[in-house]
């Protein structure tokens, strides 16, 4: 292209030669091009279709995507939030999203798979290198999808026999009602229990302390008792604690009842004793 | 100032008509009139997203926060997407240059019915109101991404509903465009204009009306259904309410797919006018550009779920998708092999808007090459959704569509105010822009085979120099940007007289005066000839 501009430009070819077509042409750009395509799409088909053709004995590991972290489940109550595989060994992960669309990327591996919710999307790798590779998450998930990232650690058989041994069955503890109620709504994602500020106040010593909060425009003093937890609840942008921003969490008004208040209040209510 | 030197005829630009003063403008239905009302507010909330799109580059140019929190980001790239699709690209070149120059190069006064045209325009107001009121009223700027995917779209807290009902109402304005220029087109050419004998710009229009007229409505269906999900929780797409959280993305990209293609037809349509003027030379394979571009409007319905690679939709249909993607790059590819021989051994004037449309070929085929990598299924999933995707999207629609319009703007100004900008500033400005562009979007590349996602407000240290050069790059742009604006505003007023014919063009808009008289043509001409033809004689 730049060749022709040069060669052509009007100091040195004053006047134009005039066609305007040539069926051969026309006919060869399309066939070579044509040939070209069908060849990439082949070998994308061929480079891919193995993604889709699991070895009968692949490790099989439930792997749950919610608003803003990973959790692999090993069965028998043993969850993690960071995947540890044996290298050499086809692992096959069986993705189930509590929430929004997620997608489970593995850059190392070139492995991604969205993680839809009510769809049983899977994908799998075989692991050939121990070390350490990051996994993210790469559909659009909310606030804190940059963050949703974890890492994998592929390990030698036996030091991976080993930690799952190890490895707490915490899946198997049943939650407090009120716990159990704040995870299937998805609140751990903003809420805390240790005092850690995510995208929003902790739970730690909620109950019964004073809370500065913005109603309206107007700055008041509140007690966190069972009513205002109700009201935070339900209403969430009437109140703003002081210091967050408006909008980000939502009303629970027609998902959580009365009596789940309730057990919310009572569980919150066991963080301050200790 | 130079203003003693003036046109003698008067022009649409002083016509008396009805109305006086602003209202001149605001009630007219002159379609060059309503071309300009699209110009002035296209250009407006273009750079209002640019720099939007600036402070989302600021904000990735070190890791950690830089200058907005997390919500904040997300709701930039939220509005930086709606805005340049939905109210700059899809409308764009079709709203701007269809409006203008289609009747005259058909050799018509106006379009079919132009009071429905300048409904259009208020419509596309009122869709782009509704879009900055979003940001506004109720609870917190949208924060949902340009797509809306559902469940998010349907649980976010945030603004969505305004947001939604903007892209609706944009749509409805596209598609009175769309039906207006189909008419036109079949009812209003110059006597002897056959369909063959028209230029290739209305033919692209004519191809892209009908994907507006036929994709638009399902777009806008779609969006109803978010709302009446997150309004009277009805549950078509969110699992929580039974409903199916892919239908969206399938009926989603089932618009959002040829709506590249309303972006990209109309750019092609401008280049293919712009390289046989500045090669003074007839354009090369005129039919296989008409049925390339047919085609493309025809494919482009069906490939759709190249978007949806890696949401589990069966094997044979990632087969699919992926076979019908590969074959819509044919008729891009013959159309670039035809411009390209439209210049051979043409006589080749470099002029600012040939510039710009060679760099649109230049551009495009990244943008294109890369859409091969995207479009095989083993290499999509391992770049799907990370900034690879990114840069391949801005090459094909700010390389693409974005150059064509500036391509187009430096081509036709002389025609629309009569006056020439500097050209010498044009060039400046042009080498500015196009360094800014490909440092802004060459290292997205890279960082994105490297596996840095889209859409994220963080990244992990291994990816920082690209993002620094990216948002250097970036800053380079928009200096481009406003070099580029000013040398034409600036010179609306001020620069020299043009000519009725500066670049000695052969189609029908450059016969006539400069600026057009109200009515374009005094008696419509009659033609005989095919378009494209240089030499006086027509050829043996
Ligand atoms: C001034 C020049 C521009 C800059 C600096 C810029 C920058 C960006 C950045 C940083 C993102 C976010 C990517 C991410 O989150 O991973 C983005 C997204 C996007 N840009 Fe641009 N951009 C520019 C011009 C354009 C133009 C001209 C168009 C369309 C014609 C465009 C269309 C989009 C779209 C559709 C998105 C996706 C939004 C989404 O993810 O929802 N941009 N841009
Ligand atoms: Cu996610």
């Not at chain 1, 899977?122 to 909310?142: A, D, H, N, R, V």
């Amino acid at each position: 292209m730049v060749y022709i501009v040069i060669r052509f430009r009007r100091s040195k070819n004053k006047e134009a030669m005039q066609f305007s077509g040539s069926n051969k042409l026309e006919i060869i750009w399309t066939v070579i091009p044509f040939i070209l395509v069908l060849l990439m799409f082949y070998y994308g088909w061929v480079g891919f279709a193995p993604m889709r053709q699991v070895p009968d004995d692949a490790m099989r590991i439930k792997t749950i995507g919610r608003m803003w972290e990973w959790e692999f489940d090993y069965g028998n109550g043993k969850l993690a939030k960071e995947l540890v595989i044996p290298v050499d060994q086809p692992i096959r992960l069986d993705l189930e999203s509590e929430d929004v669309n997620h997608s489970l990327f593995i850059p190392a591996f070139r492995v991604k798979e969205d993680v839809v919710p009510g769809y049983d999307n899977w994908l799998w790798f075989t692991p050939i290198y121990t070390g350490e590779y990051e996994i993210m998450c790469t559909e659009y998930c909310g606030l804190l999808h940059y963050d949703m990232v974890t890492k994998v650690r592929v390990v030698e058989r036996e030091v991976f026999d080993d930690w799952l041994e190890n490895l707490e069955a915490t899946g198997l503890i049943p939650d407090p009602p009120g716990l159990a109620v704040m995870k299937q709504n998805g609140c751990m994602a903003c809420h805390s229990l240790d005092g850690t500020e995510l995208v929003g106040p902790s739970f730690k010593g909620l109950y019964n302390t004073e809370k500065v909060v913005l109603i309206g425009n107007q700055e008041e003093t509140v007690v966190a008792d069972e009513d205002y937890i109700q009201r935070a609840i339900y209403q969430p942008n009437e109140e703003i604690v002081k210091g967050y921003a408006r909008g980000l969490m939502n009303s629970y008004e027609d998902l959580i009842s009365q009596e789940e208040i309730t057990s919310i209040v009572e569980y919150l209510k066991t963080l301050n004793e200790e | 100032m130079r203003n003693a030197e003036k046109y003698t005829h008067v022009s649409y630009l002083e016509h008396e008509g009805k109305y006086k003063g602003i209202w001149s403008w605001l009630l007219s239905t002159d379609h060059k009139k309503i071309g300009l009302l699209y110009l002035y507010s296209i250009a407006f909330f273009f750079v209002v997203a640019a720099i939007l799109g600036l402070l989302l580059r600021l904000e990735l140019i070190a890791p950690g926060p830089t200058i907005m929190d997390a919500q904040m980001y997300n709701g930039v790239f939220t509005l930086h997407g709606i805005i340049m699709v939905f109210i700059v690209v899809i409308p764009g070149l079709g709203a701007v240059f269809g409006n203008f120059f289609l009747p005259i190069m058909i050799g018509a006064k106006d379009v079919a019915f132009p009071r429905l045209n300048l409904l259009s325009w208020y419509i596309f107001i009122i869709g782009a109101l509704l879009g900055v009121a979003s940001q506004f009223a109720g609870d917190g700027p949208p924060d949902t991404g340009w797509t809306f995917y559902v469940p998010y779209s349907a649980e976010s807290a945030t603004n969505v509903i305004f947001a939604l009902t903007a892209a609706f109402v944009l749509g409805f304005s596209s598609i009175l465009t769309g039906i207006n220029f189909i008419v036109t087109i079949h009812r209003m050419r110059a006597p002897g204009m056959g369909w063959f004998k028209m230029p290739l710009f209305p033919w692209s229009l004519y191809a892209t009306a009908w994907i507006q007229v036929l994709a638009t409505p399902i777009v806008g269906i779609t969006l109803l259904m978010v709302i009446a999900e997150r309004t009277l929780n009805i549950g078509f797409f969110d699992p929580a309410l039974g409903g199916d959280p892919l239908l969206f993305q399938h009926l989603f990209w089932i618009y959002s797919h040829p709506a590249v293609y309303i972006m990209i037809l109309p750019a092609m349509g401008v280049v293919t006018e712009i390289f046989p003027t500045f090669s003074q030379k007839p354009v090369f394979g005129y039919g296989a550009i008409v049925i390339s571009s047919l085609a493309i409007a025809f494919v482009g319905y069906f490939v759709w779920g190249h978007h949806m690679f890696t949401t589990g939709i069966s094997y044979w249909s990632r087969w699919f998708f992926s076979f019908l993607t590969f074959i819509v790059a044919i008729p891009s590819a013959i159309k670039v092999f035809n411009w390209i021989s439209t210049m051979y051994g043409g006589s080749i004037d470099l002029k600012p808007p040939l510039l710009y449309a060679i760099s649109f070929i230049f551009l495009f085929m990244i943008g294109g090459f890369t859409g091969l990598t995207l479009g095989a299924l083993a290499t999509n999933v391992h770049l799907h959704d990370t900034s690879f995707v990114v840069a391949h999207f801005h090459y094909i629609i700010f390389g693409g569509m974005g150059f064509a319009f500036f391509a187009g703007i430096h081509y036709w100004y002389p025609k629309m105010y009569g006056r020439m900008y500097n050209i010498k500033l044009a060039n400046i400005a042009w080498g500015v822009l196009f360094t800014g562009f490909n440092l802004l979007y060459f290292p997205l590349f890279i960082i994105g085979l490297q596996g840095m996602p889209r859409r994220y407000f963080d990244y992990l240290p291994q990816f920082h120099a690209g993002h620094f050069i990216s948002t250097i790059g970036a800053i380079i742009l928009v200096i481009g940007i406003f070099m580029m604006m000013y040398n034409l505003i600036y010179y609306r007023h001020r620069g020299p007289v043009a000519p009725s014919n500066p670049w000695k063009g052969v189609t029908l808009e450059w016969q006539i005066e400069s600026p057009p008289t109200h009515e374009n043509f005094d008696v419509i001409p009659e033609i005989k000839n095919p378009p494209y033809l240089f030499k006086k004689e027509p050829q043996t």
